[in-house]
């Protein structure tokens, strides 16, 4: 089945020890997201790519880097992780978007099953 | 421009119907909504977009007012599966990038037998 897979499912690590979450997808999409998620919140939008055009948003900390190698994949590294990065972190996909003027078919968005991250 | 969502918190009998509320102080193209189960990831139920469309999920459905810039979602004759939290996310009037959207603080539902 086509899917948006997250590994690892749980990371610890500790405070100011990089650390890299992966998502990929068998969907072929062409835009991914990363989201954060802290105990009963929304998710919070970080960065997403549309293609390999990098979006970040305003209010994303430096700390956060993002990488799309390919369609496929794409990693989130937290360089310095504090205690309040604590969260989980989701990944998600869509088909379509709008590029130069012109509307594509526009779709849901797919999400992971979500990396739960610790900082000791 | 996170969207307002109301009301923060429902608590239901199994057979009862639930409205959540979605508002947006900004123009809006689509309106989405998701269900999140604890522990789980979110899970799409639908879009509306632009046009005051209706649009409806099983016994969940949806209306999207964009002059008004709010999106409703009825849930009807609950069932103990729709216990969960509701997200609608809402995606700025075109212009912005992509699919972006701004998501609410999420209405907790819970089904009681």
């Known amino acids: 089945d086509a899917m948006v897979i997250q590994n690892p499912r749980y990371q610890v690590t500790q405070f100011g020890k990089p650390v890299t979450l992966s998502c990929s997808q068998t969907l072929n999409h062409n835009v991914m997201y990363w989201y954060q998620q802290k105990s009963s919140q929304a998710p919070k939008l970080l960065f997403h790519y549309y293609d390999k055009d990098f979006n970040n948003e305003a209010d994303t900390p430096d700390n956060f880097q993002s990488r799309r190698p390919n369609t496929s994949f794409c990693f989130l590294d937290i360089r310095s992780p504090g205690l309040g990065d604590a969260a989980m972190y989701l990944c998600a996909t869509s088909g379509g978007g709008f590029r130069d003027s012109v509307v594509f078919p526009y779709n849901e968005q797919f999400f992971g099953p979500g990396t739960r991250l610790t900082v000791l | 421009q996170q969207p307002v969502q109301s009301p923060q918190a429902v608590i239901l009998r199994e057979g009862e119907d639930a409205v959540i509320n979605c508002s947006s102080s900004k123009a809006l193209y689509s309106v989405h909504w998701y269900r999140q189960k604890h522990g789980e990831a979110p899970v799409f139920l639908m879009i509306?977009?632009?046009?005051?469309e209706q649009k409806g999920h099983e016994k969940i459905s949806a209306s999207f007012n964009e002059k008004k810039q709010q999106s409703s979602l009825y849930l009807t004759a609950s069932q103990l599966s729709y216990s969960g939290t509701y997200f609608c996310g809402t995606e700025p009037e075109r212009g912005s990038t992509l699919g972006r959207l701004y998501f609410g603080r999420g209405t907790q539902l819970t089904v009681w037998p």
């Open positions: 509306l977009l632009k046009g005051g």
